[in-house]
């Protein structure tokens, strides 16, 4: 246990440092993901079959199956990231290279709704945008 002249003099030295320790996220950039970090999927929806192989290999059953007039089987995945542990799975399991997992990490939202991936064509982030603007 250090003694507490030692622990003022640190408090002292750091509180006089000019850089800071911390940064004001997310106003100011410095977050980056390091890499072989999981966050959200990308999903091509021209390239899924409807299978199903990520929903059977989802721990949390957080990937629904809805209809689709796009897919082979007339089903596509619906991922709630609310839910999910971001295990990598449904990638390991997708055969068609449909889905995997970016280094996209801002997921923060302010309800469960916009948790929801749906036919993500697009990375999560334009996909955010194209929300805001319908
Ligand atoms: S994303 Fe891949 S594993 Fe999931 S239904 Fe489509 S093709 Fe099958
Ligand atoms: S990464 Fe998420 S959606 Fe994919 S299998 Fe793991 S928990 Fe399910």
Avoid: W
């Avoid at 970090?37 to 021209?46: C, P, T």
């Avoid at 997708?94 to 064509?121: N, P, Q, V, W």
């Amino acid at each position: 246990m250090p003694r507490p002249g030692v622990i003022i003099c640190e408090a002292l030295r750091n509180a006089f440092k000019k850089k800071k320790a911390t940064i004001d996220y997310p106003f100011q950039e410095g977050v980056k993901p390091k890499k072989g970090l999981r966050g959200a999927h990308y999903f091509i929806l021209e390239k899924c079959t409807g299978c199903r192989a990520c929903e059977r290999a989802c721990p949390p059953m957080c990937i629904e199956m809805v209809p689709s007039e796009v897919t082979k089987t007339g089903k596509r995945p619906v991922i709630n990231l609310g839910e999910c542990i971001f295990c990598g799975l449904c990638e390991e399991a997708c055969r068609y290279d449909a889905l995997f997992l970016t280094d996209y990490i801002e997921l923060s939202a302010f309800g469960r709704d916009e948790m929801i991936i749906y036919s993500k064509e697009t990375k999560p982030s334009e996909s955010k945008e194209q929300q805001e603007e319908g």
